[in-house]
């Protein structure tokens, strides 16, 4: 009589030893990504932070004087300094400008670069009339920027951009 003998397929045990691997790589670099991405975004909303409590007007100039109806163009320069180690873009800023509660313009800047330890200086150009105008020319008088900055950071391979609201105000003399 003849006996016959059932193979029973055995499984390879290092398909599964691959699996376990790739499962593990792919599982890392998402982890990893993922910290890395969490790192540059608090990164960057430390920076911004800190360097736009530095901002101040350093300075304030008037230009084209008008007599009738009195007006003049006023050059206003922000400065923003950089304390931290983190270069950081300034992709979109945009404030509003008050001179004693008084609305006088906007401040717009694109692509700026506010370099780590460094400072960058933004400029506006504003036609005021004659109240404030008034109010300029006899200091004391309060300046206040309210707006928003879009800014920027590259940790490795990725870019993290940050929407920064801020206000702030400063006394001129």
Do not use: C
């Not at 990164?43 to 009738?68: P, Q």
């Amino acid at each position: 009589m003849s006996e016959t003998v059932e193979e029973i397929p055995v499984e390879k045990p290092k398909r599964k030893i691959w699996k376990i691997v790739v499962l593990a790589v792919v599982a890392t670099l998402v982890v990893s990504t993922i910290g890395m991405y969490v790192y540059a975004y608090s990164t960057l909303e430390e920076t911004l932070s800190k360097s736009f409590e530095t901002i101040y007007v350093s300075d304030v100039r008037l230009a084209n004087i008008n007599l009738f109806p009195p007006s003049a163009d006023v050059i206003a320069e922000y400065t923003i300094e950089n304390p931290t180690g983190t270069s950081i873009r300034l992709v979109k800023v945009s404030f509003d400008i008050w001179v004693d509660e008084k609305s006088v313009g906007t401040l717009t800047a694109t692509d700026k670069t506010l370099p780590a330890g460094g400072s960058t200086v933004l400029t506006a150009t504003l036609h005021i009339g004659s109240e404030a105008l008034d109010i300029m020319t006899n200091t004391p008088y309060t300046m206040k920027l309210s707006g928003e900055v879009v800014a920027s950071t590259n940790i490795l391979f990725l870019t993290v951009t940050h929407t920064y609201p801020i206000t702030r105000t400063q006394t001129i003399t």
